[in-house]
């Protein structure tokens, strides 16, 4: 991973700016976090990092995953912190951004351990953290046994329930029926959109989906189940590329089985570099940051591609790619059913009622496609001079600012 992701971020911001003419005082209040609360979990003679950043939250309390990852650092939960904002300012969810994370391995450890850092992270934070504060979810690596123990331990520090105070929590500690796979829900709402919009025949497109995890194996699980064809997938340890496409449940089981899609023998085995490089319609990143950069952005034959990874594509390659006519769905729009999700379990959790299912799935089905319609409105209003991610950020944005505006910050 790069050093420094939220340098892409200013850079961004800038180009914005001289397109919306944004105030100095403006770009200031986009660019500053609102908190950065540091910590150290000691776990006997280890020491991890922690962070639990909130960004902004003129429009609510602060939201944002938990990562585990053992290169995580205070640039990568800032910069996640910072796009949490924005995806949930273009959702129209009540919330501001905010993200949290610890430096260790947790594939490297025991579940012991595990619950031992989960816990030890709320002892650190929940004072900052609660249902009208700054509410936790799961992200890389992370998931809802951890959230039980975050849950757990923050009601006995503070002596009452408080079910609100974090997301993806089990079905059984008040979680939502639809978070479980929230985030591959959503990206294939927009992939639907997509698909729409650009008149593309779902029948010959080819997919290469980098990451195979819960956002892109549950994505790539729909997609395949759909009719569209998956040709190439990837986790960690590399990738399988089968040209007549992948039977994704088989890899799902071989991927439980053995620990990784190398592990399916159907296919031909390929880097991860490669799979990025592949001759394909639609390429999904769904692993990390930083994974298309300007030095590879140039190798890219997809014409469109969708961000289910939180900030895979560099500054500098997006423009590459907008020069090459490459089509970017943005990661604040196509990976924002997670949060979305969130927030319907959020609300139950504070009104105490549990909505109905299928509601909630054409809730979710109405929030995303208006995302999508605003997006692509402003983008064709710009006579596509502006790229999707840009025109996401300006309406993202204007509503943050008209919220700092109306408290008297601005
Ligand atoms: P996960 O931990 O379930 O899966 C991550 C996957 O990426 C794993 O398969 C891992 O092997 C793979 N991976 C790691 N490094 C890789 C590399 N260099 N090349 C290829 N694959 C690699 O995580 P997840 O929840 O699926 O999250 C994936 C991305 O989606 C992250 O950027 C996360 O922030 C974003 N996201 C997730 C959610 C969610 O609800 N899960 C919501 C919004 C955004």
Redesign the pocket.
Known sequence: MQKKTFSNITERIKSIQKIKGLTKKEIKILLTPKRISRAKIKVRNHIFPAWRIVFNDALGPGKG?VRFHPETNEDEVMS?AFWMMIKDSLAEIPYGGAKGGVRFNPKKVSSQTLETVSRKFIDAFYKVLGEDKDIPA????TNSQIMAWMLDEYEKKTGHHEPGMITGKPLELQGCSLRAN??AKGGFIVMKEMVKEFNLNKRSVKIAV???????ANLAKMLHGNGFKIVSV???RGGVYKKDGLDINEVIKIKKQFGSVTNYSKGEKIS?QSLLKLPVDILIL????N?ITEKNASDVKAKYIME???GPITYQADKILFSKNITVVPDVLA?SG?VIVSYFEWCQNKTGNILDKDYLEKLLRKKLTNSWKKVISLYKGNKKQIDLRTAAYIIAIERVLAAEKLRGHI
Do not use: H, R
């Open positions: 995953g996640l799961p992200d890389v690596y929230a985030t980098q990451g195979f995890g819960n956002a892109g990837s986790d960690s991860n769904a692993a990390l940051e994974q289910i990874a939180n990976n997670g």
